[in-house]
């Protein structure tokens, strides 16, 4: 699904390649649908007509597309992040989404070598293609590979959902609303547009579409018809799907002929809380501070003078990157840092062959969510800024870490554990 914030979800959430991805991540998460069920049916088809249809309506929907769309969907209540009727928004005890989870799980060797190994089976013969799309875009094919790998399988995914009872339900009684109605306003004039009809409109447990897993206001806004057949298919026109990625990307502003990054070596002389996109230096400056990239390998003469940004995705306890702009394409797509450089190293692994990180990944991931926002809450009150205290721990959460151990006399981990969530409580 494509565009997230630092410590949440905005457009383009909650991706798994497979299908079983969308099955397992709901297990545990399955909400007990309370005594009052036929009641929120009730107010659920209420919302629809007296509040939804107007504004759809307004939109130019017709009602025989909106009747359709609604005919027999009732709220999902096994949906994550819903708000049922009379309670607050409450930060989930664990983490479902795999790529706010462990890292070390997220970077599994199945996983890469199936996205890596199906990339290039598919990069000769869509060769011709792919180098279309990178004349007119910028874009690498390999990326558009690990994205199409990542997303979907390359297309063997199936979504198992209904999108207007997913959308529905998340506009209706959702943590995000606004976000939601306006994904569902989109997929009703996809429909209304003759872009899919209503029985095509599958999708994952977000909301994502077709192949790229575009939400519905990415597929208006960057699908394009590539095949030259007249329209926009990114179900199941290869040439649509992989062109439509590298426009999505493009419109978030992809450097052309730059990488998306390098791992490094990062001596204990520089801090862990120097990380960030908005922290970003020379990449010969970072080389002049003692940061190397790993086997002995020189930067790139081309990017030496162009700027980079320290990554650190476990702090001390992962593998580090000197990532460029293009890094944070990628999060664009997804705002997770593991799922950017998840797409940027199968990309690596797709035109040079497979090869793992040479940093490891250390013990990390193991908390609740619930204490990771405990801990931030805490860390705000001290005046640091991590963002949002949602449990989920992005790059400002991390560097606050490191900020506060460096100012109590210890050493920077720059990653929340159980030991940081006692002493801050």
């Known amino acids: 699904m494509s565009g997230r914030t630092e410590g949440g979800a905005t457009e383009r959430d909650f991706r798994k390649f497979s299908l079983a991805f969308f099955l397992a991540a709901l297990v545990g998460m399955v909400l007990t649908v309370p005594t009052h069920a036929a009641p929120i049916d009730d107010q659920f088809r209420a919302w629809l007509q007296n509040d939804l249809w107007p504004e759809a309506k307004t939109k130019g929907i017709s009602k025989n597309t909106f009747d359709a769309a609604f005919d027999g969907v009732k709220p999902n209540l096994k949906l994550p992040d819903l708000v049922m009727p009379g309670e607050k928004p409450k930060t989930p005890q664990k983490q479902h989404q795999a790529e706010f989870g462990s890292p070390g799980a997220y970077f599994a060797e199945k996983t890469v070598r199936a996205v890596t190994s199906g990339g290039r089976a598919r990069e000769a013969a869509n060769a011709r293609t792919l180098a279309s799309i990178e004349k007119r875009y910028g874009v690498p094919g390999e990326i558009l590979l690990a994205i199409w790998g990542r997303e979907t399988g390359f297309g063997a995914a199936k979504m198992p959902y209904d999108a207007f009872e997913v959308l529905g339900t998340k506009a209706f ?253």
């Open 173 to 425: 009684m959702s943590t995000k609303k606004d976000f939601f109605r306006t994904e569902l306003l989109a997929a009703l004039e996809i429909v209304e547009r003759g872009l899919a009809p209503v029985g095509a409109m599958k999708s994952s447990w977000a909301g994502a579409l077709g192949q790229p897993q575009f939400m519905p206001t990415s597929l208006l806004k960057h699908a394009v018809d590539f095949d030259g057949d007249g329209r926009v298919d990114i179900w199941n026109s290869t040439p649509d799907v992989l062109a439509s990625i590298a426009n999505y990307l493009v419109h978030y502003g992809w450097v052309r002929g730059r990488s998306w990054g390098f791992e490094v070596m990062v001596p204990q002389s520089v801090s862990c809380s120097l990380e960030g996109p908005d922290q970003g230096k020379k990449i010969a400056q970072w080389a002049a501070m003692g940061v190397e990239r790993v086997g002995g390998k020189a930067f790139p003469a081309s990017e030496l003078k162009a700027e980079g940004f320290l990554l650190m995705p476990a702090g001390r306890s992962g593998p580090a990157f000197i990532a460029t702009p293009n890094f944070y394409v990628l999060k664009e797509y997804n705002t997770s840092d593991l799922y950017a450089l998840f797409i940027g190293h199968g990309a690596d692994r797709i035109a040079h062959g497979d090869q793992n990180f040479t940093g490891g990944w250390g013990p990390v991931g193991d908390l609740h969510r619930s204490d990771i926002a405990a801990l931030q809450r805490a860390l705000e009150a001290k005046g640091y800024d991590v963002g949002s205290a949602d449990g989920l721990p992005g790059f400002k959460t991390r560097r606050s870490i490191g900020r506060w151990q460096e100012k109590n006399g210890q050493a920077a981990t720059c990653f929340p554990d159980a030991g940081l969530v006692a002493a801050l409580k």
